[in-house]
């Protein structure tokens, strides 16, 4: 079945930039065959929250990239 989990990282905390690099490393390395993974953060902005949203795919699909 699938599912979604959401994670938003605050980098500009103390350690927040360190816990917002393990999220961006965890999902990156999320399967692309399991899971669809977005992660949207501001790019002129460094310490603005990031959002990272993965959601496990149902049925069988190919990869789109």
């Known amino acids: 079945d699938g ?3 959401a994670v938003v990282a605050y980098p500009g905390h103390p ?3 360190a816990e917002a690099r393990s ?4 999902f990156g390395a ?3 065959l399991v899971f669809d993974v977005l992660n949207l ?5 460094q310490q603005a929250p990031a959002l990272f ?3 496990k795919k149902t049925g069988e699909r190919s990869p789109r990239c």
Do not use: Y
């Open 3 to 5: 599912g979604r989990l």
């Open 15 to 17: 350690g927040g930039a």
């Open 23 to 26: 999220g961006a490393d965890f």
């Open 30 to 32: 999320l399967d692309p």
């Open 41 to 45: 953060q501001l790019s002129n902005r």
């Open 53 to 55: 949203v993965a959601e």
